[in-house]
Nanobody
Framework: QVQLVESGGGLVQAGGSLRLSCAAS????????MGWFRQAPKKEREFVAA????????FYADSVKDRFSISRDNAKNTVYLQMDSLKPEDTAVYYC?????????????????WGQGTQVTVSS
């Protein structure tokens, strides 16, 4: 089993920045990649970014590509999401997740473990 704990969410004004963290514990040796998803009220969960654990390849949704940056610290089993130039439409609960094997990292249903989520609210 793998446990994930997100932190770093909060309230920020439009144009501001936040840095989310997700710490993994347990059977972390089985990780292939970690991803971030978000879900706004009455909307489906959507892909934000993902990073492969070994090579560090990053993938982004078009809506965040030039504003967000994903990184990882292998020693700490932690992934980060640096969010800059935040917009009100970025408001959502942000979840981190682990994919144990090679797969389409943009598809939420293909992830194996999920964190509890952290709220990000961007005011206009």
């Amino acid at each position: 089993q793998v446990q994930l704990v997100e932190s770093g969410g909060g309230l920020v004004q439009a144009g501001g920045s936040l840095r989310l963290s997700c710490a993994a514990s347990g059977r972390t040796f089985s990780m292939y990649a970690m991803g971030w998803f978000r879900q706004a009220p009455k909307k489906e969960r959507e892909f934000v970014a993902a990073i492969t654990w070994s090579a560090g390849w990053g993938f982004y949704a078009d809506s965040v590509k030039d504003r967000f940056s994903i990184s990882r610290d292998n020693a700490k089993n932690t992934v980060y999401l640096q969010m800059d130039s935040l917009k009100p439409e970025d408001t959502a609960v942000y979840y981190c997740a682990i994919a144990a094997d090679v797969r389409n990292l943009r598809v939420a249903q293909l992830y194996d473990y999920w964190g509890q989520g952290t709220q990000v609210t961007v005011s206009s």
